[in-house]
């Protein structure tokens, strides 16, 4: 499965050395999610800081893990997929955040995207020209995190994203992408999936609704609590039984 260009096999921006990212990793844009939800792993070690792309190598269940971070949107998440691969993932979990377009998806809510639609164009546009290329998540990450979720207790949703592009005018379009049966929006997953067809690498990815564009509701409380049971719910995927 994909297709791997043996020029592009030099990371520029994570300055990692080989060995320092285990095949098993959790992405989150926010670095500040990934120094907290460090405090889950055993013996977590800095690999690197390069770029603001914090990545962090410990252990979890007895398993070798890396948390790192991917930025905000498309062509910063695409470096940072495609540099993990280079230094040996082999299968990524996006633990991100997300605005929900269906009043059931209550702020506070987990959603485990299954597949996500994207606008045309922009990065997977430039890795796929002419084409809409498939952007949906491995079967098998999306059942282990629907397992683990139900294991620690979890609320959470099954769902389809859209990932967009222009964080600040979303709300003109929100409308028409959830009469479309869009759940919730946000910016990386497409790129996770579709890369992770093409460059032959596990993918899956988990959102916590932090606002409601149909209801209005916002999270304002427990925020951070439910940010590490989300890391955690992925972690708890990447690490239980075999995938």
């Known amino acids: 499965m994909g297709y791997y260009h043996p020029l592009s096999k030099r990371p520029y921006h994570i300055l990692a050395r ?29 690999v690197n800081k390069h770029r603001g792309f914090l990545t962090i190598t410990g252990e979890y269940n007895g398993v070798r893990v890396t948390l790192a971070t991917h930025g905000i949107g498309a062509p910063s998440a695409a470096i940072v ?37 994207y606008t045309p164009g922009g990065t997977l546009g430039s890795y796929f020209p002419g084409v809409s290329f498939p952007a949906y998540a491995t079967p098998e990450l999306v059942l282990s ?68 564009m149909a209801s209005g509701e916002e999270l304002t409380e427990q925020r951070e609590e439910l940010e590490l049971r989300m890391v955690q719910i992925a972690l708890e995927a990447l690490t239980s039984g075999t995938q």
């Open 81 to 117: 997929f495609e540099e993990l691969f280079m230094l040996g993932a082999r299968e990524i979990i996006r633990a991100g955040t997300c605005g929900a377009l269906r009043r059931e998806a209550a702020a506070g809510t987990i959603v485990i995207i299954e597949a996500s639609a």
């Open 18 to 46: 080989p060995g320092d990212v285990a095949e098993k990793v959790v992405v989150s844009g926010d670095p500040q999610r990934v120094e907290k939800a460090s405090r889950l792993l055993d013996n977590p070690r800095i």
């Open 145 to 212: 995190l629907e397992r683990a979720a139900k294991r620690l207790g979890v609320k959470y949703l099954r769902g389809v994203a859209l990932s967009h592009d222009a964080f600040h005018v979303v709300e003109k379009r929100a409308p028409e992408w959830g009469s479309l049966g869009i759940d919730v929006l946000e910016m990386e997953s497409a790129t996770l999936f579709a890369l992770g067809r093409y460059r032959g690498f596990k993918t899956g990815a988990l959102a916590l609704v932090v606002d409601n």
